[in-house]
């Protein structure tokens, strides 16, 4: 009767070990003690050692009692004799009488050692080939290191081989996903429940890179023979006959250039490589050592900028590409340049499961530790001591580089204090409470930067309520972006259309939240004509989680001031209005209101700290910023000195980040010899910091343009009554203007945050009582039974 296939041995996963080695005397039974109690069985293939390699070997095998063998190849080449120790295998297994469809083989290397958690289930095992994690303190990369038995693999190249499965056409070298994980026809990721340290000592290493040229040249003349039948042997000719089959064999002979540091080579061959683009991780792995190349030879500043920047937009997830720009211009002593290279990389951490080469150390601590230097220098303190303090924090750094990593931490930290500088966020007491996080406005249905800029005038008010803290409202902004936190409070980004649908941490329990500009109003409207607010859609009351203080708050539509919104505003006043028709109709209702224009007045342009510099494009010349107006454009275009933008961002994708694009737009035009726009939001923040700006009224045919006062600004428009007017009065009572508001958004978030506290005291103190009456509840049912 046959054994029931629950039973049957042949069904379960079986390993074994496949290795090829040449005088490793030293280091074999590293290898082979690291994979025993993993295996079911080894193979060891020897490709002619002439030291006592075999004989370890074999005595090590006498004391293990599984299925062992070991064979002798002459030494060709790796694809070759790798395809030979895979045939072996198979062999091996079927004289063992292993079912191949179950039966993987452990491709491992003798300086290489199998590290395998508890967690790890050969049961799991079910596709045709896997890649497993490589590491060591150097890099990290994944490999085919698991392939099925039952497949018909073959190495290909003579070095940095790949494996192919010849029926099915799945190949190791079929590219990666962008995401990181395998692309559907090559090995499938293994995760980190299984990896392979990389020690590196084997016996055949000296003058692996120059071996390496040699092969990979011979390949490329084997190849070009086969497809052209001929013969070549210099190299110009090698290289004028190259094709896309040639690709891989071209990214390995520049990488072996690279390794040799022979700079030229290197970026010829890697140059060639990135003709042929059939790779994305090669390609972007060509850019950044073209880069490297660049820099070691001193070549052109905008040539190793360009090519470090190309990799980056690649894999904007990769660090290298930025800590090897800032090391080039911190060489060269251009440490403001190296900063603006840096700080886009603050929030990048390493990702271990993308499929090639990264170096952990400048994740670790070396970008961080070279940032903080940087920062010492370019007097960008209050960044220099978030790093620093992450960098003691985390003790990833060499324990000799801690002396220094304190020096320059404490160098920032006296710097802010001379300053007299707030630095409250790096200090014990906590200003707001742990659960509270700061909500920042952004507009996922909006590409205008007028939008963002609203946001960032909030911000800038959370600037001066923490004291002006990281020298510089950029940097403020920038720690924001990078970290989601500012002064050690989370940050959350509310979108203004649709609040409730926010992804919230788990620890929140409040948002407070400078909430202004186009409230009131349906996201999403019916098309019917029924005036009825029933069929449209609106996110208004804000929902509980939200502390709102409303600054510039403007009401298109009465319809919407329902029961509910009344209360709601009621609770959260006094309610800052944009212009003085929603004031007097949020007062005639009973609501605490006051007028506060708009809140972009907030952002002073002029501000010394504010950290932005002047981009000299704009400089001196007349800006015209979405003007549809035919006459004035005709007028003002014959000018060569003037150029038209639009506040419009095509490419508007991380929303959030245009904050800060939003603020460097507005201070390029306050340096501009005149600006006109139709847009508020232009025309508004740039009269309050005393540009030369004129707004425009679109519904005006100006057919007799004058360019005089007359013809531009129109007050007396319900929907801006006030707010122009405002932006009329002399410069000094704007001025005083804008720091009354600031002052009165500072107290409301004091306001706030005591309200905040308070309910969570209340939370706690509900907490309570329910645990104590759900203790009396047990201790009444105890007592009934």
């Known amino acids: 009767m046959p054994k029931n296939n629950k039973n049957n041995k042949n069904d379960k996963i079986k390993i074994i070990l496949i290795t090829m080695i040449k005088n490793e005397s030293k280091i074999i039974e590293r290898a082979l003690e690291s994979v025993e109690d993993f295996v079911d069985g080894i193979l060891v293939c020897d490709t002619g050692s002439t030291d006592n390699t075999v004989n370890i070997v074999k005595k090590y095998f006498k004391n293990i009692k599984k299925p062992t063998r070991i064979c002798q190849h002459e030494w060709q080449n790796f694809g070759h004799n790798r395809s030979l120790s895979f045939n072996e295998a198979v062999k091996f297994c079927k004289d063992l009488k292993w079912n191949l469809e179950k039966t993987y083989g452990l491709l491992l290397d003798a300086d290489q050692k199998l590290i395998v958690s508890d967690s790890f289930e050969k049961k799991s095992l079910n596709a045709s080939g896997y890649n497993v994690m ?80 040699k092969l990979l040249m011979s390949d490329l003349k084997k190849e070009i023979f086969e497809r052209t039948k001929l013969e070549l042997t210099e190299e110009k000719d090698i290289f004028n006959n190259l094709h896309k089959n040639n690709s891989r064999t071209l990214y390995y002979l520049g990488q072996s250039y690279f390794d040799i540091k022979k700079w030229e080579d290197a970026i010829k061959w890697l140059s060639k490589r990135l003709v042929y683009q059939n790779n994305e991780d090669e390609e972007y792995q060509a850019r950044l050592k073209i880069g490297i190349s660049l820099s070691e030879l001193d070549k052109p500043e905008e040539e190793v900028r360009q090519s470090f920047l190309k990799s980056f937009d690649m894999y904007p997830y990769m660090l290298e590409p930025i800590y090897y720009l800032m090391q080039y211009y911190m060489d060269k002593n251009k440490y403001n340049e190296a900063f603006e290279v840096g700080i886009q990389g603050l929030d990048i951490e390493m990702n271990e499961t993308i499929p090639f080469i990264t170096e952990p150390q400048i994740y670790n601590y070396e970008f961080k530790d070279d940032l903080l230097t940087i920062c010492t220098k370019t007097k960008n303190f209050g960044i220099g001591l978030f790093i620093g303090k992450q960098l003691l924090k985390d003790k990833l750094y060499d324990l000799d580089e801690k002396a220094r990593i304190k020096d320059n931490y404490y160098y920032c930290k006296n710097k802010l204090v001379e300053k007299d500088l707030s630095i409250k966020s790096f200090e014990e007491k906590e200003y707001i409470p742990k659960n509270v996080y700061i909500g920042i406005m952004k507009y996922d249905q909006s590409e205008n930067l007028g939008d963002s800029y609203q946001s960032a005038a909030a911000m800038y008010i959370w600037w001066n309520w923490f004291g002006k803290p990281y020298d510089s409202f950029s940097s403020f902004i920038d720690i924001a972006l990078q970290t989601n936190s500012i002064c050690n409070t989370g940050i959350i980004w509310l979108n203004r259309d649709g609040m409730s649908e926010a992804e919230l941490p788990n620890d929140y329990k409040k948002v407070i939240t400078i909430c202004n500009g186009w409230w009131m109003h349906p996201i999403m409207k019916d098309d019917s004509d029924d005036e009825s607010i029933e069929n449209d859609k609106f996110d208004f009351p804000l929902p509980d989680f939200v502390i709102p203080i409303y600054v510039s708050m403007h009401i298109s539509e009465k319809r919407l001031l329902t029961k509910e919104a009344i209360n709601h505003l009621k609770n959260n006043s006094p309610i800052g209005c944009r212009d003085l028709t929603t004031m007097n109709e949020l007062k005639n209702i009973g609501i605490d209101a006051y007028f506060s224009g708009c809140l972009t007045s907030c952002l002073d342009l002029n501000d010394s700290n504010l950290g932005f510099k002047i981009n000299t494009d704009y400089k001196n010349k007349k800006i015209l910023v979405d003007v549809p107006l035919k006459k004035i454009k005709e007028k003002y275009l014959l000018d060569n000195n003037t150029e038209e933008i639009t506040q419009i961002i095509s490419d508007y994708q991380d929303i959030p980040r245009y904050i800060k694009r939003a603020v460097q737009r507005q201070y390029d035009l306050l340096h501009a010899k005149e600006v006109l726009t139709i847009r508020l939001h232009v025309w508004f923040p740039l009269i309050f910091s005393n540009c030369n700006v004129k707004l425009l009224n679109p519904n005006k045919n100006y057919d007799e343009f004058t360019n005089n006062d007359n013809d531009f600004n129109y007050p007396g428009m319900n929907r801006f009554a006030g707010i122009l007017d405002e932006g009329m009065k002399p410069i000094e009572d704007r001025i005083k203007f804008r720091n009354n508001l600031i002052n009165v958004t500072k107290e409301l978030i004091d306001k706030k945050i005591k309200e905040s506290k308070e309910i969570l005291l209340n939370d706690i103190s509900d907490n309570e009582d329910n645990e104590s009456n759900s203790e009396n509840s047990d201790n009444t049912i105890d007592s009934m039974d």
Do not use: A, M, Q
């Not at 038995?149 to 590219?175: A, F, M, Q, R």
């Open 134 to 213: 490589i590491k060591n303190e150097s890099y990290i990369y994944y490999v085919p290191k698991l392939i099925n038995l039952s497949k018909n693999w073959k190495c290909i190249g003579s070095t940095h081989e790949y494996w192919d499965d010849v029926d099915d056409g799945v190949s190791s070298d079929s590219g990666s996903s962008s995401d990181g994980g395998s692309s559907s026809d090559g090995p499938c990721d293994l995760g980190d429940e299984l990896y392979v340290e990389d020690v590196g000592d084997g016996g055949c290493k000296s003058d692996k890179f120059e071996r390496d040229i």
